[in-house]
């Protein structure tokens, strides 16, 4: 038959199988020193990189053991140990065989009842089913020596895949073939044996008009004539192609059906070619040889890698450049590289025909976050319209191997990660690799906000940690930086990412175990651009504690302190108010639901502060006997805080504070502080009375019954409550309308710098 424009070629490709391939020897299994030996099973796969699975599983496996040339033993289902399937195997001597998807137990215990000898065993066949082959998959190994070994499980079919290669449209609607075996030996033999021949035929659904992998199977066979014949409509025109197979097919092994047609207006060619080893079909060479680098005449610097067939280049994570010269007939033309990881481009070349097909190809640095993969770089030969698949190299970028975990990333490339907030404590893990080791830089005058620890469950793996600085003066949102380097243990191959965060901090004293912040909350409690920041504290700039600075700053100064709380779960302050002489707070509702205690403990904070538990607060107010705030003193903790039980009082108070047409006298707020850590500052305690109806804040004509907010999931909390003849400190979680002034501490961080 002759054929104009089409080409259809059958190619083999020799599937690498581990180290087996398509031989038949026996693995050796090392028997071990216990009483059981676990052999592990592995399916050698035909998997492409489009993730193509031929669906056998090792799950349906069965394993017999033969000693002294007879079955002995029957293993009826694999076990998951160590996330492999095997068998636990009794025996230390003998030949084990595994088949799989091939033979039922019930025929398996038969053989073995009836003592079946392994000459016998290894004759045994397989037919088809109907007129398919089966799929199956079967191995063996010696037992022998020490230890835990694994049988390579080998296909007991060849698998064919079907490429199409064509200007204009090729729809594929059968591929018969005849003169193919209707059976095999359930294990592989030097010898194939002569089972009968017969005609396989298959109509897809859909014709077949691209790649398909897996559209046949066969067993293996030798010195048979088989013909493949293909019905095919192309550019809307039915036709008929036919092709001799190679000889000899062997089990366990990849063949390529190609079909393809070029612009030439010429014959048919009708052609079988061998195809290189590999564990899968590439790409089937359609106009001439393939395309491959041309070593000798390419500069591919060190760790560079080119694959034996040379159609592969592995380039590592770093950035690299290089040279890429090209072994190929026809001039190529470069095709546009998808890629922004890679920069390829085509440079003048000395020498000949072969320097037009040279290339200059730039990596950028793979970051941990970038992963590993493959880019096709397409040529399109010159005189042909199409780009057709198989004229490729392959780049293999290899992934970082340091693995990043935790918010803090670096994809894309990205040498920077900027948290844009405030952030403290672990900010992400780097686990390295053997010869890898981790450090970090600060730009001069940068404080050493970072550190880094070992992980306790891996010395690989390194924390970051961010740290805080108690009132530091620089804390006023600034941006702050670090470089994380990473690099081999003799410095070389460096790698730099820089960290940063906003850096805020508000300003605190240490109570009993806690950082307490000076001041209560104001405007939006959770923003801190709204707070009084350590970078613009009053007190401290005016070089005075708190309390005293509430004795000596202006009246408009201490009414900005003073006259703020808060309601429900919106974080937006109130401030005190004049409405028609009585003093409110600006937006108060009856209607509030949410109950501040109640509430998570950062849940109106700043990101690194929230409030103190119950139980702190106790560590300050929860004395043996009353505490009068009206007067300065010292009461006894019931529970003392690491032995330390004292706590001392000054109480002062404010006269001269107006708030609109009402004078506020008798405004009250106390310092407390221990004894035993003198070196502190008191926490000083401020702030307007507690509201909860529309009388407003005066009680017991005094406006000084502040109630605290504090994180206490069951609703309890702290007041001040009485008159300014008699003000103690009460236990009382109030309600849900109640109004309380906030303040925070700062949340426990592992890491604080910049102390004496």
Request: charged share 25%.
């Amino acid at each position: 038959m002759k054929m104009k424009r089409h080409i259809i070629t059958a190619i083999v490709s020799a599937a690498a199988i581990l180290a087996t391939s398509c031989t038949d020897d026996k693995e050796q299994i090392p028997a071990g020193n216990d009483k059981s030996t676990f052999v592990n099973l592995t399916l050698a796969a035909y998997e492409s990189a489009d993730g193509f699975d031929d669906n056998l599983t090792l799950q349906a496996a069965h394993a017999c053991l033969f000693e002294d040339g007879f079955m002995t033993e029957v293993y009826e289902t694999p076990v998951l140990e160590g996330g492999s399937y095997g068998f636990r195997v009794g025996k230390k001597t003998g030949t084990l065989y595994v088949v799989a998807d091939a033979i039922d137990m019930e025929t398996l215990n038969g053989l073995r009842d009836r003592g079946i000898g392994e000459d016998e065993w290894l004759g045994l066949t397989i037919g088809s089913n109907g007129n398919l082959p089966r799929r199956f998959a079967s191995g063996r190994a010696e037992l022998s020596g020490n230890g835990v070994g694994t049988i390579a499980m080998t296909r007991g079919t060849a698998r064919f895949d079907l490429h199409v290669r064509a200007v204009g449209t090729i729809e594929i609607e059968s591929l018969t073939l005849t003169g193919v075996a209707t059976g095999t030996k359930l294990f592989d033999s030097a010898h194939t044996p002569e089972i009968g021949l017969g005609e396989i035929t298959i109509r897809p659904s859909e014709p077949y008009s691209e790649d398909t992998r897996g559209v046949a199977y066969l067993y293996e066979q030798t010195t048979h004539e088989t013909v493949l014949t293909v019905e095919a409509v192309i550019d809307g025109r039915k036709e008929e192609l036919s092709v001799g197979l190679p000889p000899a097919i062997r089990r366990n092994c990849i063949y390529v059906i190609s079909i393809t047609r070029d612009v030439a207006e010429s014959d048919a060619v009708l052609s079988v070619d061998p195809w290189e080893a590999g564990e899968d079909t590439e790409v089937v060479p359609g106009f001439g040889s393939t395309i491959r680098v041309d070593d000798a005449a390419s500069e591919l610097p060190a760790g560079v890698v080119l694959s034996d067939d040379r159609t592969m280049i592995t380039m590592p994570y770093g950035a690299a450049e290089l040279v890429m010269a090209l072994d190929c007939d026809s001039e190529l033309e470069l095709q546009e590289v998808a890629d922004r990881n890679l920069s390829v481009e085509h440079i003048a070349g000395e020498g000949g025909p072969a320097a037009k097909n040279v290339f200059r190809i730039s990596k950028r640095h793979f970051t941990p976050d970038m992963p590993a993969g493959d880019v096709d770089v397409l040529f399109r030969r010159k005189g042909l319209n199409n780009v057709y698949a198989e004229d490729r190299i392959t780049l293999r970028l290899e992934a970082n191997p340091t693995v990043i975990e935790g918010e803090m990333s670096f994809a894309d490339g990205a040498v920077a990660y900027d948290f844009g907030r405030y952030v403290d404590n672990e900010l992400g893990r780097f686990t390295l690799p053997q010869g890898k080791n981790m450090s970090v830089e600060f730009a001069d005058g940068e404080d050493p906000w970072v550190k880094l620890v070992p992980a306790d469950d891996n010395d690989r793996t390194i924390r970051v940690l961010g740290g805080w600085k108690p009132n530091d003066p620089t804390a006023d949102g600034r941006t702050q930086s670090a470089t994380l380097v990473i690099c081999n243990d003799d410095g070389s191959q460096r790698e730099e990412y820089t960290v940063s965060r906003r850096n805020y901090g508000l300003p605190v004293t240490w109570f009993h175990g806690v950082w307490w912040c000076k001041y209560n909350a104001r405007g939006n409690s959770r923003d801190f651009d709204d707070q009084i920041l350590s970078s613009s504290d009053p007190a401290a700039a005016a070089g005075k504690r708190v309390i005293d600075y509430l004795r000596d700053c202006s009246p408009e100064e201490f009414y900005d302190l003073w006259g703020w709380a808060y309601q429900g779960d919106s974080g937006q302050g109130m401030r005190v108010i004049d409405d028609n002489g009585k003093l409110v707070m600006e937006g108060f509702s009856t209607d509030s639901k949410s109950h501040i205690n109640k509430l998570p403990s950062d849940a109106l904070s700043p990101e690194g502060y929230e409030l103190p538990s119950m139980e702190e607060f106790n560590r300050m107010f929860d004395a043996t006997d009353y505490v009068w705030i009206m007067w300065s003193g010292t009461h006894t903790l019931r529970t003392p805080w690491e032995g330390h039980s004292s706590v001392k009082r000054e109480q002062r108070r404010r006269n001269d504070i107006t708030v609109g047409t009402v004078a506020a006298t008798d405004l009250l707020y106390t310092g407390m502080w221990s004894p035993d850590f003198s070196e502190y500052e008191p926490v000083t305690w401020y702030g307007p009375g507690a509201q909860w109806n529309s009388d407003g804040i005066m009680h017991s004509n005094h406006y000084n019954n502040i109630l605290f907010a504090v994180h206490s999931p069951e609703g309890s909390g702290w007041y001040f409550n009485g008159s300014m003849a008699g003000l103690y400190l009460t236990k009382n979680g109030a309600g849900t309308k109640d109004t309380r002034i906030l303040r925070f501490k700062k949340s426990p961080v592992e890491y604080i710098y910049g102390m004496e």
